[in-house]
């Protein structure tokens, strides 16, 4: 399971993701009826934040974590070794007599549909026979060439046929704020000052829209100024938002669906920037 934070301001775009997986399965009852899987392992070094090759774009991933025996990353890192390196195009074209008439361009668009038919060829072969396919989303985000402004595309698993922008530009103007993704229920109490699923009991008890309700209770939204806010700023906000709901999967009964290190990435038009990043290390902590 997973949180998942962006928040896009003027400056650029801050990405962060927790660290754990989920592995969830049968035991035992090969043949028989399986009924509802369970949580047989989680993992707290998975990798959700991924920047893809040398380009100002990343990526970040939800919901199942394997694709049978692949791992999300692994498929988007196998994707982005089909992309030309941006730093060696440019060299390219530096030696060429035809650079000024062919500079090296990139669509963020063009990249996010070309992982989304890579992912989902590898997703529809795995769980075609399947049921109940997992859920899996994945954001893309990013600058073209030549704009100043980002990008950010989305699609989710088994139900997307095609990409989804995010936060598009309103009346000509960037939508700066925030979008969050996976568990999200605790940021959802703080920033909004609700719980959803009372919201949907209230409605039941009460033969009222939800929308009635969800309009009640927007003015305990607490409000947050995107606009003009500096890019550091956006950073510590996408930090304390991933650790809202990490602890709130520490503390309360059940297991850690959330948890793990925080990695976090920066991204401005020219440059990914890894702000906090898991690096391999030996557990020195176990017994001799």
């Avoid at 990405?15 to 399986?34: H, K, Q, Y």
Wanted: hydrophobic content about 35%; some cysteine; charged content about 25%.
């Amino acid at each position: 399971m997973t949180i998942c934070i962006s928040v896009k301001v003027s400056e650029g775009v801050v990405l962060a993701a927790d660290s754990t997986a989920t592995i969830m399965g049968w035991i035992g009852n090969p043949g028989g009826e399986r009924g509802e899987p369970s949580i047989l392992k989680t993992y707290d070094h998975a990798r959700k934040l991924s920047h893809i090759k040398d380009y100002p774009i990343g990526t970040l991933s939800w919901g199942t974590y394997l694709i049978g025996s692949r791992s999300i990353e692994s498929l988007i890192n196998q994707y982005e070794y089909s992309l030309p390196s941006v730093v060696e195009e440019k060299e390219k074209r530096k030696r060429s007599r035809k650079a000024a008439e062919a500079p090296f361009t990139f669509n963020v668009r063009e990249i996010a549909d070309g992982l989304f038919q890579h992912i989902k060829k590898f997703y529809d072969a795995e769980f075609q026979n399947s049921k109940e396919k997992p859920d899996l989303g994945i954001l893309l985000t990013g600058y073209s060439s030549g704009q100043y402004f980002p990008e950010q595309w989305l699609f989710s698993l088994p139900k997307s046929t095609e990409l989804t922008v995010v936060r598009p530009d309103v009346n000509g103007k960037p939508d700066f704020g925030a979008n969050w993704f996976g568990l999200t229920d605790a940021i959802i109490r703080l920033h909004h000052g609700r719980d959803d699923r009372l919201i949907k009991k209230i409605a039941e008890k009460f033969k009222v829209p939800e929308n009635e309700i969800l309009d009640l209770v927007k003015e305990f939204e607490y409000p947050v100024f995107f606009n003009g806010m500096p890019l550091q700023d956006a950073i510590d906000y996408a930090s304390y938002m991933v650790n809202v709901e990490i602890g709130r999967f520490r503390f309360v009964i059940g297991a850690p669906l959330c948890g793990g290190e925080i990695d976090l990435a920066v991204i401005t038009p020219n440059a990914f920037t890894w702000v906090d990043r898991k690096t391999w290390k030996t557990n020195h902590t176990y017994p001799k």
